[in-house]
Nanobody, 125 residues
Framework: QVQLVESGGGSVQAGGSLRLSCAAS????????MGWFRQAPGKEREGVAR???????TYADSVKGRFTISHDNAKNTLYLEMNNLKPEDTGMYYC???????????????????WGQGTQVTVSS
């Protein structure tokens, strides 16, 4: 079955950087829609970035220019490079995937069917 395992979270000061990883098994990162989401305490989960199989990426306005999503198909791993972190970036970060044919072309709108357990990111001011 599909499993997504996140790692790389931690505590950093504002302006710092982190790189999150999501190791996928039971599926391939190549050709599939994947994304990163986050949830802060007391808030709803929100999309951070998504990437289609062809490498086309979309980002939330709040992270554009600071975060970069990518995948290494040889390692079957999804990444999120986060720079210039702000306290409002604090939250649990989740990796997700949607393997449906719809998602291959409409990744920004895909509902995401598989989720990881999350990794905590805390940014202090």
């Amino acid at each position: 079955q599909v499993q997504l395992v996140e790692s790389g979270g931690g505590s950093v000061q504002a302006g710092g950087s982190l790189r999150l990883s999501c190791a996928a098994s039971g599926m391939t990162t190549s050709g599939n829609c994947m994304g990163w989401f986050r949830q802060a305490p007391g808030k709803e989960r929100e999309g951070v970035a998504r990437i289609q199989g062809n490498g086309y990426a979309t980002y939330a306005d709040s992270v554009k220019g600071r975060f970069t999503i990518s995948h290494d198909n040889a390692k079957n791993t999804l990444y999120l490079e986060m720079n210039n972190l702000k306290p409002e970036d604090t939250g649990m970060y989740y990796c997700a995937a949607d393997l449906s044919p719809y998602a291959r072309s409409w990744c920004p709108y895909a509902p995401m069917h598989y989720w990881g357990q999350g990794t905590q990111v805390t940014v202090s001011s």
